[in-house]
């Protein structure tokens, strides 16, 4: 499979959800509000890398009333483009893009496990940022405990075998909280803060029968514990 129809899988399986990436859905939902409520509102020129679950948008327009979304798919972009005002819409691959103008914040949520070379992806991101600019990085945890506990029930080899929901979304890789900040300083940018955000303990099959307020909750729960067990690692970064 090329880049192109690996582009369109994903896109397809954004555009169609299961049960399993609604689940992910409201978890991101709360990952977002989070995230939001930490933006500073003064640093309002924004770009979003991927349109994925279509979950970013509407909160960065409430705070900040306008944003820019670059994202390859064309599917993608057509599908979402007649839902928001004020957005700017960029098809490219991120390595293709140089804007005319910096960034004052950039969302890298959940990309960095899709594209081919990490640190080329965040060296190029680099360019787009001045000084004073912040990105917000979110991948997907190795250490999490439900990868943990899939590995003591012999259903994962170790923590960073792929399972059957990356595979569907082709991820090609998990990260560890000592594999993200590597990847990071590779590309020339600083390690401003760490928060590990969810605690997952079952797998989607599980938590979609899970209340609103259950998901809250362990959500919640998992700033009592090590960042290094959060379902996502949270990192913010500057030039």
Known sequence: MNEKQMLDSVAHNYLNPTTSRDTDKNILDL???HVLKNMPSEKDRIIEMGIGDNVWTKYILDKFNKSTIIDASEDLID???????NVEFVNSYFENYSP???YDQVVCSFVLEHVIDPVETLQKVRTWIHDESVVHILVPNADSIH????VK??????SFDLGPADKKIHHRRVYTLEH???DIEKAGLKVVSEEG??????P???????SPEQLKGFFDLAFDFPVKNGAALYLTAKK
């Open 79 to 85: 599908a979402v483009r007649p839902t928001y005002k």
């Open 100 to 102: 005319e103008n910096k």
């Open 204 to 210: 989607n099959s599980f938590l979609s029968q899970l």
């Open 153 to 158: 029930m012999n259903l994962a080899e170790n």
């Open 31 to 33: 990952i977002a509000k």
């Open 197 to 202: 955000l969810f605690l997952k303990t079952l």
């Open 180 to 182: 993200l900040r590597g």
């Open 147 to 150: 990868r943990q506990h899939a």
